[in-house]
Every structure is written in C-alpha cells, then in structure tokens.
C-alpha cells in the first residue's frame, strides 16, 4: 500500500516516518526496542521496521544489539540532529511533548489533541496550524493544567489551548455544541497512561 506525504510536515515520506522521528529524536535519553516503538506509535512491526532501518541507514538514528533485540536510539552526534529537533518539535513535537507533560499531572482520565492540528495529523490538508488544542478528560488541578500550557506553549512555540471536561460530561451525548464538534472532528490520543492502566 502506497502511504502519501503527511499533512502536517510533507517533507518526510510517510506519517509514521515522522511519528517515528519526533518520538525518537524529541526523547535523546530513551532507548527504544521495535516492539516499544510499534506499540507506541500503533503501528505494525513490519512498517516500523522498515522506517527504522532506513533512518538507521541515513545515520540519524543509531542501533545497537542486545542479544537478538534491536535497541534504537537517536543520533546527537550529527549536523542534522539540533535542526531536525526543532522542525519536528514545532511539527510533530505536540504528541510527545504534551504525553510527557499530562503523563506528571493527576486527575487525567483521557486527553486528545483536536482541531488544525489533530486534523492535519489525520492527513487532512491544510495550513500549517498556528495553535494546538487540547482536551483534558477528568479532574486536575486547574492551576496545574493553566501552568502546563503556558509551559507548552514556550516549549512548542506555539499557543496551546486547554479546554478541560469531566468524564461524566464527556461520556454522556448532549447538545452541547462544543463537546459535539469536538466528537465530529479528528482526535489525536495521548497516551497519558501506561497500557495497563496505571
């Protein structure tokens, strides 16, 4: 299957190729198995795979071996790495980094980047987004939530808009417009949880 250029930076070959990179590049002190990658990215092994071995291949992720686990890590050590680091984070940037910040704050139950950006995300053409919404199922500490956008927002240079719901509201069908056009759009999940629920 022919995958086409990603909306959001249409200078990689695919989207997984760029999710790849921002995660990867965007996190210089992980390691990274293909089985971790796959499962982060939900993508098949094989596709990560390959991706991998071409960017290995281009020197700007490394690999090592242990055993018969292929371990990835990014390269720190090239031209290219500070340059691509600062793209990605202002492109794909916004999942790893908003995951990481969410992932310290308690009281999330579920959160979604939504809007340009999400749409753009989900191959949907358009202007690179000026701005990244995100909703924020559950109850944190509002003054918490309002100081982790400020700190996005500088990290991601851009403005990041929070809009916080409870799970009731979100759970329920209403005619709330917002909540309704929320539903209708593209979603980007966050994982802000471990896959086991903790």
């Known amino acids: ?14 989207q997984l190729q760029g999710d790849l ?10 390691s990274w198995t293909l089985t971790d990658l796959a499962r982060e990215l939900t993508a098949s092994h094989t596709a990560v795979l390959r991706e ?15 055993g ?13 790495y500070r340059p691509l680091c600062d793209l990605l984070l202002v492109t794909y940037g916004p999942m790893p980094r908003l995951t990481a910040l969410l ?18 995300h989900s191959g949907v053409p358009g202007p690179i987004p000026a701005d990244i919404d995100v909703l924020v199922i559950g109850r ?8 982790l956008a400020e700190r996005a927002s ?12 409870t799970p009731e509201a979100w759970a329920s069908p209403s005619n709330e417009p917002f909540l309704t056009s929320v539903r209708e ?6 994982q802000v949880h471990e896959e086991n629920g903790d």
Request: hydrophobic share 45%.
């Open 21 to 30: 990179l921002a995660l990867v590049l965007l996190h210089p002190d992980r």
């Open 140 to 147: 944190p500490d509002p003054d918490e939530l309002f100081d």
């Open 103 to 120: 992932s310290d704050l308690g009281g999330i139950d579920e959160a979604y980047i939504y809007g340009s950006w999400a749409a753009r």
């Open 185 to 190: 759009r593209p979603l980007v999940r966050l």
């Open 52 to 66: 991998a071995d071409r960017l290995v291949g281009a020197e700007i992720l490394s690999e090592e071996r242990v």
């Open 68 to 80: 018969r686990t292929r371990v990835i890590t990014a390269r720190t050590d090239t031209v290219v």
């Open 1 to 14: 299957m022919k995958m086409s250029a990603p909306s959001l930076l249409p200078l990689f070959r695919s």
């Open 154 to 165: 500088r990290e991601l240079h851009r403005d990041v808009n929070v809009h916080r719901v």
